[in-house]
């Protein structure tokens, strides 16, 4: 059940990126009342001179519930 994918600029490194998966883990055990055992976590790192063909030119709109998608 919920798998999460998080794209964002190459460069951190993986004690980050820990750091960042382990905490999208805990708010959505408390959102959605769900098991850690039944969450994961991915992160794609994105060269920033790819960033809109990657990423900006393939959000569907309608389906982005905070902020605004980047544009490089």
Do not use: Q
């Amino acid at each position: 059940m919920p798998h999460i994918t998080i794209d964002m600029f190459a460069g951190r490194d993986d004690e980050t990126k820990k750091k960042i998966a382990e905490a999208i883990v805990k708010t959505m055990m408390n959102e959605l009342g769900c098991a850690k055992e039944h969450l994961s976590v991915a992160i794609h790192d994105v060269k920033p001179e790819n960033w809109n063909s990657e990423i900006e030119s393939n959000v569907n709109k309608e389906e982005l519930f905070a902020g605004e998608v980047y544009k490089a």
